[in-house]
C-alpha cells in the first residue's frame, strides 16, 4: 500500500526507518501538501535499480530483435560460458 507522510513526520527518523524496512515500498513525502522527496531503504533502492536495469536490457533485446540484428543461440552461449568458467 502506498505510504504518503507529511514533511515533518521525517523528524522522527526511527519510525521513519522502521516504516521503510518493514513496508519494502517507497514513502512519499509531501510539503505543503504536493509531492517533495521519496525515501526507502537501500534494499528496496537495490531492488527498484536492479529491475529497472533488466528492462532496459529487455527493450534493448527487444529493439534487436525488431532491426533485424543477428541473434546469439542461446545453446551456444550457454555452452561458451560452460567452456570459459566451467560447470
Keep these: 500500500m502506498i505510504e504518503i507522510r507529511p514533511i515533518k513526520d521525517l523528524r522522527d527518523t526511527t519510525e ?3 516504516l521503510c524496512e518493514e513496508s ?3 514513502i512519499y513525502i509531501t510539503k505543503n501538501g504536493y509531492g517533495h ?3 526507502m ?5 537495490k ?3 536492479a ?3 533488466l528492462y532496459e536490457k529487455l527493450a534493448e533485446a527487444e529493439n534487436q530483435i525488431n532491426n533485424g540484428e543477428k541473434l546469439l543461440d542461446a545453446e ?3 555452452e561458451s560460458l560452460k567452456d570459459r568458467y566451467g560447470k
Design 51 to 53: 529491475k529497472a536495469d
Design 16 to 18: 521513519i526507518s522502521k
Design 76 to 78: 551456444a552461449v550457454f
Design 47 to 49: 531492488d527498484k535499480l
Design 24 to 26: 519494502k515500498e517507497p
Design 37 to 39: 522527496l521519496v525515501v
Design 41 to 45: 531503504s537501500m534494499e528496496t533502492y
